[in-house]
């Protein structure tokens, strides 16, 4: 009985991860190069340094900031190039920006992001709570001169993670790379396409 809680506790786990990973795909569609969008920058907003679970990854991606910034921000079209997510509703019309909500299903979980910070090809976090664990999502989007590296963090805390940590950072470790390679993937496939 004892195998089949753990099990279900890693499903679980995992299908949080993937939801409070991607999902908030908190960013914004505007470009600070067109007239009248705005350039303000706000204090960074920073994952949980405390949480008992963190990941980091990077990826280097061939192909334009922009192309990139677009591909993670149109949150509706998340399903046709994320596997596994099932489905992204925006709450908030219009771009993504701080406050905007946005609700997306991965796995059988139901999860509702908010965007924290959206400073337009430089840097996205998004967050909040799900089934018990507080999730604080950052992306950064660095140029270079072999294309964009992209690095994401993320952070979880909450009683189920302190229940089952290694199961937990496990799915997130996972969760993180599978969204890495599938932003490089589909960015690199519409530049060459």
Do not use: C
């Amino acid at each position: 009985m004892r195998v089949t809680t753990a099990a279900k506790s890693a499903v679980l786990t995992s299908t949080l991860i993937l939801a409070t990973t991607g999902t908030a795909a908190a960013l914004t569609d505007e470009d600070p190069g067109r007239a009248g969008a705005a350039t303000r920058h706000t204090a960074d907003v920073n994952i949980d340094l405390s949480a008992p679970v963190i990941t980091r990854d990077s990826i280097l991606i061939d192909a334009p900031l922009h192309t990139i910034w677009k591909v993670q921000t149109d949150v509706a079209t998340w399903p046709s190039w994320q596997p596994d997510v099932d489905g992204v509703v925006k709450d908030t019309p219009g771009r993504l920006r701080p406050g905007s909500v946005f609700r997306w299903s991965t796995e059988g979980l139901d999860i509702t992001s908010t965007v924290q910070q959206a400073d337009y090809g430089k840097r996205l976090v998004w967050g909040g709570p799900a089934q018990g664990i507080t999730a604080v999502h950052v992306w950064t989007f660095t140029p270079t001169r072999n294309g964009v590296l992209v690095h994401t963090e993320e952070s979880w805390s909450g009683a189920p993670v302190l229940a089952d940590r290694a199961a937990l950072q496990a799915a997130l470790d996972n969760s993180l790379r599978k969204w890495v390679d599938n932003l490089k993937r589909e960015a690199e496939t519409r530049v060459a396409g």
